[in-house]
């Protein structure tokens, strides 16, 4: 049996998942003839009390359109030097939208209000324009960390007040939702867009959803058009993610579960010097000097394990729907044996 731990996107559809796929209605949704895929729009829209929302083959094509619907080229974007947007999409804020990113040093991923004041930039014609802040929620590279929503409140304020538009990169914002009990209503407030992935914790195949006011989405299905990301019968791969609204979100606190008791595990292992919090469903961890993450990796490999190496001594371990407890047993002793 092989275990992987690399990242919660590994996950297949289940059984059921796959019968709802299967059994979608679907239409041209280049003509918005999709019924499959309007209803998930619709439908995650209501959850987080926005008017209108996009499905795209990707989180790294919902982040892509809101930046590029929200700036204009030469501005910057505020955003934590961590960020998804800024490392892990290929350099596409300055590809596709000619911006470029004024990063802040947060707290594992989460900055503050002030932060943003001390970084936006007065009006001048020599100083870039700022106009658009994003938050990360959780963070993926701060260990899964995840913000309260009296700092979001603070954030949308100072922002706002500044004319800039507040992206929400919500990944994994409902892992975050689950550990604050706060409601995705109150974020749909504050944020003027929100990015939100299928295919991460909630175990769908393909797919992430932008929401924003009609006026935005409107610009945002211009733009996934010209990236190309204008499907037709999608509904199928929007089936998965609305069978994922109805029926995973509640599990998310054991993937959570498993994460501490892994990171618990960890902890005894003399190997290992560091570990960030593990406040969801991440673990990150610093190797000691006397061992490096490939190898680390290759040690649990040989044990069918898989997880992954994020930098020459950290290694990253993600928990998901397809990680079971007889699994978080193996892993355990696994652990304790290397
Ligand atoms: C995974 C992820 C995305 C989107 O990634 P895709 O693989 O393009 O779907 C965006 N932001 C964060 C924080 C992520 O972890």
Known sequence: MLIDLRSDT??????????????ARVGDDVYKEDPSINELQEKTAKIFGKEAGLFCPSGTMTNQCAIKAHT???????CDVSAHIFNYEGGGMAFNSGVQAKLVNGDRGRFTAKQVEEVLHPQADWLPRTSLVCIENTSNRGGGSYYRLQDVKEIAEVSHKNNLALHLDGARIFNALTETG???LEYGKLCD????????????PVGSVILGSHEFIGKARRVRKL?????????????????????????????????KILGDVLKTNSMILDMLPVETNIIIFTLSDGITAEKFVQLLGRQNILVSAT????????????FTDPMLEIVEKAIKNI
Do not use: W
């Open 227 to 259: 990236f190309g990301g204008g499907m037709r019968q999608g509904g199928y791969l929007a089936a998965a993610a609305i069978y994922a609204l109805d029926n995973h979100i509640g599990r998310l606190k054991e993937d959570h579960k498993r994460a």
């Open 72 to 78: 204009q080229p030469g501005d910057e974007v505020i």
């Open 311 to 322: 930098g020459k001594q950290t290694v990253r371990m993600v928990t998901h729907l397809d």
């Open 193 to 204: 867009s929100i990015s939100v992935c299928f295919s991460k914790g909630l175990g769908a």
């Open 10 to 23: 590994v996950t297949r559809p289940t059984p059921e998942m796959l019968k709802y796929m299967f059994s």
């Open 182 to 184: 706060e409601s995705p």
